[in-house]
Structure formats: C-alpha cells, structure tokens
C-alpha cells in the first residue's frame, strides 16, 4: 500500500495481523549555525535547513481518528514543528507494544533524524500530506 496521507499510514496500521504502535517525531527545521547566503535564500524558499526534533510520542492506530487530532495534540506542547516523521512498531503473538517497548525505537528515529537518515520513516507536513525529502 503506497502511504500518501496520513489516513493512509491508519488504515495500513490498523490492517496489519499484529497490532501497531504508532511512533512520531514532530521536527522544526532550522537554519545550521552560520549560514551561507545560498543557505539563507534557500531557506527562505522553503528548501534545505537542518530538521531538529521538538517532540516524540506514541500512539496506539485506534487512539487517532484524525492527524487535526495529533496536529492539536501537539500544539498543547507549546513547540514548533515543521514535517512529523512517522514509523510502525509491531506486536507479537496478537500483544501490542506498550509506550515503554516504544521508548528505545522513539530515540532511534531522533537519532537518525539528527543524523539526516530518514529511510523507513514516512514525513508528513503540517496538512498530513506525505511529502519527500531529497
């Protein structure tokens, strides 16, 4: 299934014989320290600039009926966003992940964000629309 929308990445969730946990990380893109003019005019076009995580959390496919629903959620934490990166964490044996077996994959994804790898997770924008990163 090709995950263009956030209802997307639901539906598959809720569609898979193991039960899912859902896992976010809601990023800010910046401006690296010491931009270049090019870097600044990109920047301004909406292109380029550094994805700094703001904020994680963990979702069960059934506690969301809507990405307003996470995109209102994570205004109440006060922190910009820009893209949410999103990923799947699968059960076994019909048990679902808990929060805490969603702790250590969360940091993962962080870091890889930090690090620029983005394969495996899926970024949508503030519209729940699936975008690409290049």
């Known amino acids: 299934m090709e995950i263009t929308c956030f209802d997307d990445l639901l539906s598959a969730a809720r569609a898979q014989i193991e039960p899912q946990r859902l896992l976010f990380v809601f990023v800010q893109a910046e401006l690296p320290e010491a931009p270049t003019p090019e870097q600044r005019a ?3 076009r909406g292109q380029g600039g550094a994805l700094v995580p703001r904020l994680c959390v963990d979702k069960a496919p059934d506690d969301l009926d809507t990405f307003d ?7 109440q934490f006060g922190q910009p966003w820009t893209l ?4 799947a964490l699968g059960g076994t044996l019909n048990r679902a992940p808990t929060s805490a077996d969603a702790e250590a994959p969360l940091q993962r994804m962080v870091e890889a964000i930090k690090a620029g790898r983005h394969d495996g997770l899926i970024p949508f924008d503030r519209q729940g629309q ?4 290049y």
Do not use: M, T
């Open 69 to 75: 629903a996470l995109a209102q959620e994570a205004v």
């Open 42 to 44: 990109g920047f301004a």
């Open 130 to 133: 699936a975008v690409r990163l």
């Open 84 to 87: 949410v990166f999103a990923a």
